[in-house]
């Protein structure tokens, strides 16, 4: 389910005198549109014989009817199980014998499609893909199948702290809303799923005007052209019936909420609904969040949990951008006795920050950091083409990844401080719990 890059964690290249593998398909993407409305993004590269595809469709848990939550996780569950003429076994069977790997996983906002393939076998990858698209077989045993190792996934998710933790804080931060249910659903809500459910989701989801295809690798643009005439024009052309993503809610308040569970460690959820991708603090909101609580050494909770004070092995907070207002959420475990003091410090480090805002030297260490991290996060085919994928999807412009580095190199410390104040109030962070009740 976690196939693609965070959209927002998208990070600059550091500086080099020639063009790396990374610059070219930063700078060399083309786009174009197929007759069914679909936007189609090709980063050329033959060194390899690989292409990697990924598409994104309006086809998220989202859009998950009330009490068929888990309709987006099963249809994409289902996306290989046969198409067209061929069962299950059929259909996989040829995949294998090409070599060709395809796939689907449903996010909160999108349906995603991923295929490998060689380059030699770019007709029959694209004719099979075609028919997943179009022509999905959607047999009953398939979904029976589908649906009983969902439900045993999640009773064994059951089993783990931190699941449970993400689950809870969802639906406090989201309470009503489509993105406060897992992705995956509910064990009741997936038993009530029908056939019916799934073809009708499928359906709804695979309309062109909202599709993005993104194909990195070994093709140009003439013959990806002849192939997605050839082999897509099954796609429904008219706009998809999904409408918009319902407004998020404001939770004025937070709360705390504790569930009991005999578990060595204490599992801590904290977060609250920050912004969209077109927020004018989306910048310098993902410096904040990489200077609070991010990934690398820079960051102050792992400074002030981890390294003063010993208090958990990692801890780390995330900013994770949809097409509605996302959360901000910091995730951790401690020892069931140090819950209480490990809660205090990251509430205490809020103040400060919201308060005092960065250093100068600290600033300048998280945006070279994040713009020295690039290289890392787009240097493979898949990356470049999940990468793609996202900024077609969410409308972010040929120029975004050039203009990157420039958004983040001009982030000033006003800008964090206006930005910390904003969403680092602690009265405002819904916190989830879950271990040892101490009494």
Do not use: C
Not at 101 to 117: E, I
Not at 374 to 403: C, E, H, P, V
Not at 425 to 437: E, L
Request: glycine share 10%; aromatic share 8%.
């Amino acid at each position: 389910m976690k196939l693609w890059i965070a959209l927002g964690l998208v990070m600059v290249l550091g500086w080099s005198p020639g063009p790396s593998f990374g610059e070219t398909a930063m700078t060399a993407a083309k786009v174009f549109q197929t007759r069914e409305g679909m936007r189609v993004y090709l980063v050329e590269n033959h060194a390899n014989p690989m292409v990697e595809v990924s598409i994104l469709t309006r086809g998220g848990s989202v859009f998950d009817p009330v009490g068929k939550e888990g309709v987006a996780y099963l249809t994409a569950w289902m996306f290989n199980e046969g198409a067209g003429e061929m069962d299950s076994e059929t259909f996989r069977g040829r995949l294998d014998y090409y070599g060709i790997v395809m796939d689907a996983n449903a996010g909160r906002d999108t349906l995603g499609v991923n295929m490998t393939t060689l380059s030699g076998h770019l007709e029959e990858a694209f004719g099979l893909l075609s028919l997943a698209v179009t022509q999905p077989r959607f047999a009953r045993e398939d979904l029976e199948r589908a649906r009983q190792e969902t439900i045993s996934t999640l009773k064994q998710s059951r089993e783990h702290a931190d699941w449970l933790a993400g689950l809870r804080l969802y639906a406090m931060m989201f309470p009503g809303h489509g993105y406060g249910h897992p992705t995956i659903g509910s064990e009741e809500s997936v038993a009530r799923i029908t056939l019916n459910d799934v073809r009708q989701f499928h359906v709804k989801s695979m309309h062109g005007p909202q599709m993005v295809m993104a194909v990195a690798g070994d093709v140009t643009e003439a013959t990806l052209r002849q192939l997605l005439e050839k082999t897509m024009g099954g796609v429904d052309p008219r706009p998809s019936p999904h409408g918009p993503v319902a407004a998020t809610p404001s939770v004025a308040e937070g709360a705390v909420f504790h569930v009991a569970m005999d578990s060595p460690q204490t599992a801590i959820e904290m977060g609250v609904v920050a912004m969209d991708r077109e927020d004018g603090d989306y910048y310098p909101m993902l410096v904040l969040g990489q200077a609070f609580g991010g990934h690398g050494l820079t960051s102050r909770l792992f400074e002030e949990i981890r390294e003063k004070r010993g208090l958990a092995y990692g801890v780390n907070a995330s900013f994770s951008p949809l097409e509605g207002r996302g959360p901000f959420v910091i995730s951790m475990k401690t020892k069931t006795d140090t819950v209480a003091e490990a809660l205090g410090l990251i509430r205490e480090e809020m103040t400060v920050v919201a308060r005092d805002g960065l250093g100068k030297q600290e600033l300048e260490d998280v945006k070279r950091y994040l713009t020295q991290s690039f290289a890392l996060n787009f240097d493979t085919l898949k990356k470049q083409a999940a990468t793609w994928s996202l900024i077609g999807y969410y409308r972010r412009g040929m120029d975004y990844l050039q203009r990157w580095p420039e958004r983040i190199l001009g982030v000033g410390e006003g800008d964090v401080k206006r930005v910390a104040r904003r969403i680092l109030n602690p009265n405002h962070f819904q916190t989830v719990t879950v271990g040892k009740t101490v009494h």
